[in-house]
């Protein structure tokens, strides 16, 4: 029998970098997790040449306390055509334009290495050690955390998308963290519904403190019926529906939509009903009417931990690509 193969995933993030050995066993329908190899490095508030060389120092000094067979990373954020170079990350400037596998990284040097963007690893993940067994299906996979990031899985292989960004207000809209105005993100991401429990709050001359999480306070809400957070919910479902059902009247044969992300994992109790609504309404297909013809379910990997969908992502991206058949 073949040993398991061990790689180093490593997941760099806005405001930290996660890090953690897995095990591959040829054969095992899930990944074997070692939490004990689990490290975490919080970006530090540097110039961004500084901040890389100490991410690089942690990296090595990590890299020197496990015995691995490759190592593999995956960003937040758009990766040259080739996969070698990160290119301009606005969240995460010590990262930008950087080549990995040209760092100096000690033992693992010379050590095969794949990198990847965040969704693609996750989109990677669900494919290879996923519980729908979606090898064979066309499928959304979305996150609508501060953001709205996704991909389209075409019967295993894993198309990097931009969901978020399509516009929802062609003229005059709501900026957008992309620099553009109207896009579906500005309206109906986390990040979105914190502005708008902050401007509920504001308005009843009652602010959320600032160091306070406004979602936290609208799922509180939600879940004792109070009509506002409830109404917001119903809102942001429909929204977030209209921008799956323009993808199912294109994409026709879709078998299912998986999410993932804090906020669609926490709030989609009480958005599922209008998500379903705007579908019914929007889409020509019946098929999709229906929780049978089309399910829409949490990945298998959400945020929860230790089950951090990108870093299981990144190491399925490296088995992918060098791990034994
Ligand atoms: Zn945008």
Known sequence: MERAQRVLAVDVGGTKVDAMVFAGDPGTPRPTLLPETRQTFETPDQPPAQALGEFQAWLRDVASQWEVDGWAMAVAGPLAEDHRQILTSPNIPFISHARPEEWDLGLLANRPFALANDLEAAAAGEVRWGRYGIADEYVILDTISTGWGGAFINRGEVWPGEPGHNPYVPVDGLPCGCG?????????????????????????????????????????????????????????????????????????????????????????????????????????????????????????????????????GAAAVWMDRFGNP
């Open 180 to 312: 553009r105005f109207g896009c579906y993100e500005a309206y109906f991401s986390g990040s979105a519904a914190a502005r708008r429990v902050r401007e509920h709050f504001l308005a009843r001359g009652a602010p959320v403190p600032e160091d306070e999480d406004p979602n936290r306070r609208l799922a509180d809400a939600a879940q004792a019926g109070e009509l506002w957070a409830l109404a917001l919910l119903h809102e942001f479902g429909a929204g977030i529906g209209l921008g799956w059902a323009e993808s199912l009247n294109r994409l026709s044969r879709l078998h299912r939509i998986l999410y993932m992300g804090g906020f669609a994992v926490a709030m989609m109790p009480f958005m599922e009903p209008a998500i379903r609504a705007s579908i019914r309404a929007r889409s020509r297909f019946p098929r999709h009417w229906t929780a049978e013809g089309l399910p829409i379910q949490p990945a298998t990997y959400t945020q929860a931990e230790p089950f951090n969908p990108t870093l299981i």
